[in-house]
């Protein structure tokens, strides 16, 4: 699956000339703010992302779905979920 | 504060490196939940450089302090400091180490920075751990430093050093039984030996870099060229990109008016390329060759003697003639041909890169 193949609503996130952790940092930014299970794709530059992000998911609770190079850039697919919690 | 109804929560400032991977290990298996925070000043060895080189083997290298987290088992955000940290570096209240590096200001801000997070659910944390050492670093860790760090961070108490614990005072967690103190360590000095044998013992077998050296500030060479990058400016002062840059290329001064940068590899050659709009450009036409940025405003002259510096950088270095493509700032090109210049003729203190 790249950016092209998403679910209707998916968020897209350019991080493009960005290098690691700042793509994380703006995935970060962005999946504290959903509130409601949100497919994004990460586009990046920097191939840290592949390494990075699906890292970034597994300690945190979110889910990464695929990474793909295509040319000169990478997408990465996240399933963000909601994490805040009324307490 | 009394005695909480519910499980304690503890955030772990995570480098990357063993201390604080073993501090939070030894927090969260007395049954805290802990979270790590790892902070992005822009100055940090890793991500920025190993996302720019490209090493013969082509491994993209992981993110150390996300590693750690996944290593330990705890949830873990990154924080971008890189605008507010400025104030430290130019500014440090407690002066620098060996070189440009405000290790005291620091860790206070750090500290200072961890306590106002929330956790991944929205909650504040009761306390802070560091994997800080007694008498470990000779500016940031001494017992008299650790006391300023917590009082000037304002966590005061709410800060817990859980390797060093037993040589410092009771901190809340360990007075309210949050902690058991009788479990925590009393480490202290520079030896690594006591961190190795509870690695083993907390069956950790891997980690990046065993005594720091994970920020640029305390690199010689990294150093040299941001206090050129000040002298040049006439200020102390810097943008994420200059930060960037100065990790990239061979840095090359011959006049206070203008620097070179020379790409060292392709990896670093194309990240340069991306900044072909702000500086004014040269590449090799005749031969295969690094690109060049040209920092400043060089006469006509001057750009001829740059030239020959870059040609002695391609693979044209032992030619008769090299020839240069130069592109100013508005993408108007002109092609000189040099001679290269030997490498026994460009001096020592022009070179900003060791």
């Known amino acids: 699956m790249d950016a092209n193949e998403l679910m209707p609503g998916a968020h897209v996130l350019d991080t493009k000339g960005l290098l690691c952790p ?18 994004v794709v990460v586009i990046a530059t920097d191939p840290g992302v592949l390494a990075d992000i699906p890292s970034w998911c597994r300690v945190n609770g979110h889910e990464h779905v695929s990474s793909k190079q295509l040319d000169h850039e990478f997408h990465v697919i996240v399933r963000a979920l909601p994490q805040f919690i009324d307490s | 504060m009394t005695a909480l109804s519910r499980q304690p929560r503890a955030v772990a400032l995570i480098s990357g490196g063993l201390d604080s991977m073993l501090a939070a290990k030894v927090v969260q298996s007395q049954g805290v939940y802990v979270e790590g925070v790892n902070f992005f000043t822009g100055f940090c060895v890793e991500g920025h450089t190993q996302a720019v080189k490209r090493t013969k083997k082509q491994k993209v290298k992981r993110h150390s302090a996300l590693w750690c987290a996944e290593q330990i088992g705890i949830p873990m955000q990154i924080v971008d400091i890189s605008e507010d940290y400025k104030d430290i570096v130019i500014n440090p209240e407690y002066g620098y180490g060996r070189l440009l590096n405000p290790c005291l200001d620091c860790k206070i801000f750090m500290v200072n920075r961890a306590l106002d997070l929330k956790s991944n659910h929205g909650e504040p944390f009761d306390f802070v751990i560091t994997g800080e050492v007694v008498g470990q670093r000779p500016k940031s860790q001494r017992s008299e430093t650790m006391a300023i760090i917590a009082k000037d961070s304002g966590a005061e108490d709410r800060l817990l050093r859980p390797l060093s614990a037993k040589n410092l005072p009771p901190s809340l967690p360990e007075r309210e039984g949050w902690v058991d103190r009788a479990q925590l360590h009393g480490f202290s000095g520079r030896s690594r030996k006591p961190q190795f044998s509870l690695a083993k013992e907390l069956g950790i077998n891997e980690w990046s870099q065993p005594a720091g050296g994970c920020c640029f500030l305390t690199d010689e060479s990294y150093t040299k060229k941001l206090q050129d990058l000040w002298d040049s400016r006439g200020r102390r002062d810097y943008d994420l990109e200059d930060v960037v840059l100065l990790k990239i290329g061979r840095h090359i001064r011959p006049a206070p008016h203008y620097k070179l940068i020379i790409g060292r590899e392709e990896g670093e050659n194309q ?46 270095r032992t030619a008769r003639d090299v020839t240069i493509r130069i592109t100013d700032q508005s993408g108007v090109s002109e092609e000189i041909v040099v001679e290269p210049l030997q490498p026994h003729s460009i001096p020592r203190e022009w070179t900003l890169t060791n």
């Open chain 1, 22 to 39: 700042l793509p994380v940092i703006r995935l970060q930014e962005f999946a504290r703010s959903v509130e409601s299970e949100t497919e």
């Open chain 2, 271 to 316: 990240y340069l390329r991306g900044f072909r709009h702000k500086f004014a450009y040269m590449s090799t036409v005749s031969h295969v060759g690094p690109l060049c940025l040209i920092d400043g405003d060089p006469t006509k002259e001057e750009r001829l003697l740059a030239s020959r510096i870059l040609a002695r950088y391609s693979q044209g």
